[in-house]
């Protein structure tokens, strides 16, 4: 079964907090938010489709590439 986790978000009302980076991929205790996420699936999901924009596309497939431990990660 496939989850579908928004992944757009611009961070734009943390302003300089997030120091122009998306929003999933901001760091909280040495690990992105999309991280810790993608950390709390579980069964029955074996894949996930991040819905991106594009300034936070190449940043998440850098991140994650095509599986993070157990899933299969897709982007649109």
């Not at 579908?4 to 999933?24: C, D, E, N």
């Not at 938010?33 to 596309?57: K, M, W």
């Amino acid at each position: 079964m496939w989850c579908v986790i928004p992944a757009a978000g611009q961070a734009t009302r943390l302003g300089s907090l997030a120091g122009g980076r998306p929003k999933a991929l901001l760091e909280i205790g040495h690990r992105t938010l999309i991280e810790h996420l993608l950390d709390r699936l579980s069964a029955p999901f074996t894949g996930v489709c991040l819905v991106t924009g594009e300034r936070s596309l190449s940043g998440l497939q850098s991140l994650l590439g095509s599986r993070y431990r157990q899933l299969e990660i897709r982007y649109s």
